[in-house]
């Protein structure tokens, strides 16, 4: 079992940054990849960026560039720097850690505000 706990969020003007964090506690050795998945109201949850054990990245195409995803093994924590915040980036985002089975943890989720 792994708990995530997620900081940073809030509100910040177009044009913005922003920096969460998520500190993972737990079975740390079970995890394959971490990643900031987003949800806005009305819509599905969708992926924003994910980095694995081996040190790969993706990103959703509308943060690439912007949006920047990285760890600090020594404190088991993964960030997301976003830069250049848009409106439609408001939205809830969430923590993800993923096993080698597959098998997902989530955080409480972090609100992002974006005015225009």
């Known amino acids: 079992q792994v708990q995530l706990v997620e900081s940073g969020g809030g509100l910040v003007q177009a044009g913005g940054s922003l920096r969460l964090s998520c500190a993972a506690s737990?079975?740390?050795?079970?995890?394959?990849?971490m990643g900031w998945y987003r949800q806005a109201p009305g819509k599905q949850r969708e992926l924003v960026a994910v980095i694995r054990r081996t040190g790969t990245t993706d990103y959703a195409d509308s943060v690439k560039g912007r949006f920047t995803i990285s760890r600090d093994n020594a404190k088991n924590t993964v960030c997301l720097q976003m830069n250049s915040l848009k409106p439609e980036d408001t939205a809830v985002y969430y923590c993800?850690?993923?096993?080698?089975?597959?098998?997902?943890?989530w955080g409480q989720g972090t609100q992002v505000t974006v005015s225009s």
């Open positions: 737990g079975s740390i050795f079970s995890i394959y990849a």
């Open positions: 993800n850690a993923r096993d080698f089975v597959n098998r997902n943890s």
